[in-house]
Structure formats: structure tokens, C-alpha cells
């Protein structure tokens, strides 16, 4: 059986991760098998594999929460040979092996057809990332916000999953604040859609359970303190859609921005059954396209992958950070 070269995290001691020799024989249970062209780094991939936090489940386990490539074989009625896929969420990269090896296996509910038209290179430098800001702008819609009715605050702002929410909100009409703590990134900002650019150190926290109402919508990618102060300075019937913890898994705040101002707080999980995941992809070749994948992207060559997760670790990156695994 032929060997491949893949990204596996292990644990002994501590956790580690590193290229290693595999045959499809050691690959985990699924219907649907992928040749991978590409592959991603998620900020929960940088974790996963520097150990940070505990976020892989199973070891050994080849790293990459997303990839896209083409269906090799198919035990499925939906696949078959020569589709255009992506995989990504569910146990994908965590508890079964994902997307940083040339082969991968799936099972077929984690599967996504791309929509007509997009590439495997578009849909990776979407991903989960883009696909989590898609479902938050939808979500965030279905309760109420619109346009016309003040500024949408998008934390993080140079990340993956806010590079892509700046993009959707700013071609739905939104006026979009991008806050951030790399202002060299302002021009990439704008570029994507930001109507304002301000440092993040500057957005007011306040220490009282309502502060000024600043903002209708929010996406926050940061947790901790960061979400505290959003609770305290949204809108009436403001919505944050919540996406990350990059600055902490808990915030403390009051029931009064829920029951003065009706503040709604949606928690925005990426683990969604078929139907969803269709309906939103085929929503991002449509009408929730992103319009600026191609500044998103910064493609980088599979064995430059350890470099990139340690990268993506330290906050040394903007966009997308996409892995060629093979062309």
C-alpha cells in the first residue's frame, strides 16, 4: 500500500506534532474518501498542535479541522468519484484524522458538495472559519439586524472568521467597525469592506452593567473581557454572535443588557447537520459569496505547515492561512 506523508499530533509526555509516514490502512472509519489539495490553519489548529489547550481528543490524530480536494471513492450515494468537496467541523482534525495528509476519510455527514463554480482553493480559504461567519451573519439576521440601524463591530478583525464576517457584512450594507490591535493591517481592512478601522485597546469596556450604547451588532471572536464590554455597550435588541475564545473562555457581566435593553447573545457553533451545511454553502456561492478571497488567502506549501501553525499560534498572520497539500 502506498505511503504518504502526513501531520500527525501525538502524546506522550506532552503533545507534539510532526510529519510522519501513514498508509491508508491507519486511516480512520468513513464512506467518502478525499484526495486533499488543501487544507487550512485554524487558530484551534494552532492549538490542537502546540498543545496550548486540550483540544485534540483522540492520539494519535492527523491535525487540519478543514480541506478540500476531490472524491477518490465513495460508499455513499451522495458522493461519487470527481466531486469537488469540502470537509470540515464534527470530530474532523479532533477526534478523527483530518485534513493535513494528501488522503483523507470521512464520513459522509461531514461532507460537503462545493457549490457550482467555486474552487477548491476559494471553498478552503472560506473553510470553517468563513462558514461559522456566514452562519453567524445569518443568525444574526433572523434576529434583527439590518443596515439601517447602526454599526456592526467585528472584533479579532484580521483573523480568518473575521476577515470573512467583514466581507459578507460589508457587501449586505452594513457599516462595519474592524477593530483591531494591528493597525499596519488597516489598508487589508478597508479593503475587505471596513468602513472604520480603530484599535481595539481603545473600545470602552466600562465597569458599570450599561455603558453607552455604541454598537447594533457584533461579531466577537475574543471572549473574556472583550465580550464583557460588548455586553455592556450594545444597542436595544443589539445582537453579538459569539465565535472564540482567543482572549479567554469566561466573561462576567450583568442580566441587565438582557432584560433592559434586550441584548441578544447567540452562541455560534459550527457542528451542524446536513441540511444546514448545505443551505450554507450554497448560500457562499450565492448570495453570501465572499467578494475578497483572493487578499484572504495566504497560500503557503505543505512543508511549510509546522512554521505557519507556530505563526498562527503567536498571532503573526492575517487572512486565511491555507496549506497546498498537493496541487
Given at each position: 500500500m502506498d505511503k504518504f506523508k502526513a501531520y500527525l499530533v501525538t502524546k506522550q509526555d506532552r503533545v507534539s506534532a510532526a510529519f510522519t509516514e501513514m498508509d491508508e490502512s491507519q486511516l480512520d472509519d468513513g464512506e467518502v474518501d478525499v484526495r486533499v489539495e488543501y487544507a487550512s490553519i485554524n487558530y484551534k489548529d494552532a492549538l490542537a498542535a502546540t498543545g496550548r489547550m486540550p483540544v485534540i481528543r483522540r492520539f494519535p490524530c492527523i491535525g487540519g479541522i478543514d480541506a478540500t480536494g476531490t472524491v477518490r471513492a465513495s460508499r455513499s450515494p451522495l458522493f461519487k468519484p470527481g466531486d469537488a468537496v469540502i470537509v470540515h467541523s464534527h470530530g474532523f482534525g479532533v477526534s478523527h484524522h483530518g485534513g493535513y495528509s494528501p488522503v483523507a476519510r470521512a464520513p459522509a455527514d461531514w461532507v460537503n458538495r462545493l457549490p457550482a463554480g467555486m474552487s477548491t482553493l476559494e471553498a478552503i480559504t472560506i473553510g470553517v472559519a468563513g462558514y461559522t461567519a456566514a452562519l453567524a451573519v445569518e443568525l444574526m439576521e433572523l434576529n434583527g439586524l439590518a443596515p439601517d440601524k447602526g454599526k456592526v463591530l467585528v472584533n479579532g478583525a484580521s483573523g480568518g472568521v473575521a476577515s470573512v464576517a467583514i466581507d459578507l457584512l460589508s457587501q449586505r450594507g452594513f457599516h462595519v467597525v474592524a477593530a483591531t490591535r494591528k493597525l499596519a493591517e488597516k489598508d487589508y481592512l478597508t479593503a475587505l469592506g471596513a468602513t472604520e478601522v480603530v484599535d481595539a485597546a481603545t473600545l470602552p469596556v466600562g465597569s458599570k452593567p450599561l455603558e453607552s450604547a455604541l454598537w447594533q451588532g457584533a461579531v466577537d471572536s475574543l471572549g473574556g473581557q472583550a465580550l464583557t464590554g460588548l455586553t455592556r455597550t450594545m444597542q436595544r435588541d443589539g445582537v453579538i454572535a459569539s465565535i472564540g475564545n482567543a482572549l479567554g473562555v469566561e466573561f462576567t457581566t450583568t442580566v441587565m443588557p438582557f432584560i433592559l435593553r434586550g441584548v441578544r447573545l447567540i452562541g455560534v457553533n459550527s457542528d451542524n447537520d446536513r441540511v444546514l451545511r448545505d443551505h450554507l454553502w450554497q448560500r457562499l456561492g450565492s448570495d453570501?459569496?465572499?467578494?475578497?478571497?483572493?487578499?484572504?488567502?495566504?497560500?503557503?506549501?505543505?512543508?511549510?505547515?509546522?512554521?505557519?501553525?507556530?505563526?498562527?499560534?503567536?498571532?503573526?498572520?492575517?487572512?486565511r492561512t491555507v496549506i497546498r497539500v498537493q496541487d
Open positions: 453570501l459569496r465572499p467578494r475578497h478571497l483572493a487578499s484572504i488567502a495566504q497560500v503557503h506549501p505543505f512543508e511549510e505547515l509546522p512554521k505557519m501553525i507556530d505563526a498562527v499560534a503567536g498571532g503573526r498572520i492575517k487572512g
